[in-house]
């Protein structure tokens, strides 16, 4: 096995550690073991659903940040804090050259790991739901 695939597989195994970690608090926290079957399969689709989609999110994060669509907000905050330091403003640059040296310096991450994970957490929570309606839902 080459090195690309192992550390692929070793940030996928996290990625599905972590997810696999918020569902098990989830269903932790909601007492899995003490209620009947309909309960605990609403117990499981919210689980999964709420650990997928809060890495769903954290990769739409990373990749809204990789693209440099928070720079302003970085730029305005050290602006700030630099009114405050005695000469401070003599540090002063142009939103344009602080830009272009963060997009410098940036490099790009692979967030597919996340991604990928995240998205087939949230399927079985919407699986789950789909069980759930269609077996105990009387509507």
Known sequence: MNQETKTALRN??????????????????????????????????????VSGILMT??????????????????????????????????KHEKYADYRARKLANAKKNNNRPILVTGLVFLIIGVVFTVIWNQAFYNA
């Not at 195994?13 to 309960?39: D, N």
């Not at 999110?57 to 990749?63: E, K, N, P, T, V």
């Open 12 to 49: 996928y195994g996290i990625c599905v550690g972590i997810e696999a970690l918020i569902a098990f608090l989830v269903i932790w926290s909601k007492g899995f073991f003490a209620h009947s079957l309909a309960v605990n399969i609403q117990i499981l689709a919210d689980a999964f659903f």
């Open 57 to 90: 999110l954290f990769a739409g994060m990373m990749y809204i940040s990789s693209e440099g669509a928070l720079i302003g907000i970085g730029f305005v905050l050290r602006n700030v804090v630099l009114t405050f330091i005695p000469m401070g403003r003599a």
